[in-house]
């Protein structure tokens, strides 16, 4: 209602609007009051005259100020310093992990595999056994990749 208030002093609203909002003042008596408060900083601001404010002024101000229920809002700086602890330990835990993924890579050099790949007779067998897997690995449909690619095409130009 406020809204429409400060668009009927403005002269912003069409006259049906306004009489109805006229006419709507006449049984709030919380929306005159709006309503003249309205008129009156219009025309303070419109005559630019000096205002001279009574002297207990800055009291109710004050009391107002006093009135206000009072707004909690968290307090940023344990927030931004959670953030801070937070963004520690992953950057300690991503070193970690690069330290340790290092010496994790330098074992797997001596694994099993590169043992029998130096070795001819093992190698061999190795190579053996690689052939005979991959050639029957598509009949136990585990779901891997299969060693071949089937391609349909049609020529729908030709229809």
């Given at each position: 209602m406020s809204e429409k208030l400060s668009l009927m002093v403005d002269d912003q609203v069409d006259v049906a609007t306004a009489m109805k909002l006229m006419k709507g003042l006449d049984s709030s008596p919380e929306d005159a009051a709006k309503f003249s408060?309205?008129?009156?900083?219009?025309?303070?601001?419109?005559?630019?005259?000096?205002?001279?404010?009574?002297?207990?002024f800055v009291s109710r101000v004050h009391a107002a100020i006093e009135d206000?229920?009072?707004?909690?809002?968290?307090?940023?700086?344990k927030r931004v310093s959670d953030q801070a602890i937070t963004l520690a330990l992953a950057a300690t835990l991503a070193g970690?992990?690069?330290?340790?993924?290092?010496?994790?890579?330098?074992?797997?050099?001596?694994?099993?595999?590169?043992?029998?790949?130096?070795?001819?007779?093992?190698?061999a067998q190795l190579h053996d056994y690689l052939v005979t897997h991959n050639e029957t690995a598509y009949l136990a449909a585990n779901g891997g990749l299969m060693p071949y690619l089937r391609v349909v095409s049609s020529d729908r130009a030709g229809r």
């Open positions: 408060r309205f008129l009156l900083a219009k025309e303070v601001l419109r005559s630019r005259k000096t205002v001279i404010a009574d002297t207990d206000e229920p009072a707004i909690i809002v968290p307090d940023w700086r970690l992990a690069v330290f340790v993924g290092g010496s994790v890579l330098q074992e797997r050099e001596a694994s099993p595999m590169a043992v029998a790949a130096t070795d001819p007779a093992s190698s």
